[in-house]
């Protein structure tokens, strides 16, 4: 694996924990605000992000494009808001979306991971 390929990887990393700690965060501080009552619809979400990171980590170029057009999404939505706590998440969706779509390195890992993925399908 060249060192291109490692930095691409480690940014997707870096991205997917981001992901996680957000989902993790949400997920905790709307229960404290608004108790367990939806608290299944909480975990579901988590569910989804688990599923959506792991096929970014595997270079799946689906999960990047929807990761991408979520972030977008999760970035316009908060970044409109008052509160410099939620604007700040919203700085925070908007460089992880630009991570996937505008590093090189990100860009050569997911052409090493469709590779790779598309010689174990044929064989």
Same mark, same amino acid.
Not at 59 to 73: K, S
């Given at each position: 694996?060249?060192?291109?390929?490692?930095?691409?990887?480690?940014?997707?990393?870096?991205?997917?924990?981001?992901? @996680?700690?957000?989902? $993790?965060? /949400?997920?905790? #501080?709307?229960?404290? %605000?608004? &108790?367990? =009552?939806?608290?299944?619809?909480? !975990?579901?979400?988590?569910?989804?992000?688990?599923?959506?990171?792991?096929?970014?980590?595997?270079?799946?170029?689906?999960?990047?494009? @929807?990761?991408?057009? $979520?972030? /977008?999404?999760? #970035?316009?939505?908060? %970044?409109? &808001?008052? =509160?410099?706590?939620?604007?700040? !998440?919203?700085?925070?969706?908007?460089?992880?979306?630009?991570?996937?779509?505008?590093?090189?390195?990100?860009?050569?890992?997911?052409?090493?991971?469709?590779?790779?993925?598309?010689?174990? #399908?044929?064989?």
């Amino acid at each position: 694996m060249s060192a291109t390929v490692k930095r691409g990887r480690q940014l997707v990393l870096a991205v997917i924990i981001a992901n @996680l700690v957000i989902s $993790l965060g /949400v997920m905790s #501080a709307f229960v404290v %605000l608004r &108790g367990t =009552d939806r608290l299944h619809l909480q !975990l579901f979400r988590l569910f989804l992000t688990i599923i959506i990171v792991v096929f970014l980590y595997r270079g799946v170029p689906a999960a990047r494009a @929807l990761a991408v057009i $979520l972030y /977008v999404i999760g #970035a316009i939505t908060t %970044l409109s &808001g008052d =509160d410099a706590s939620v604007m700040a !998440l919203g700085a925070l969706y908007a460089c992880m979306a630009g991570v996937l779509v505008f590093s090189p390195s990100v860009s050569m890992y997911f052409r090493q991971r469709a590779h790779v993925l598309s010689k174990s #399908a044929r064989t």
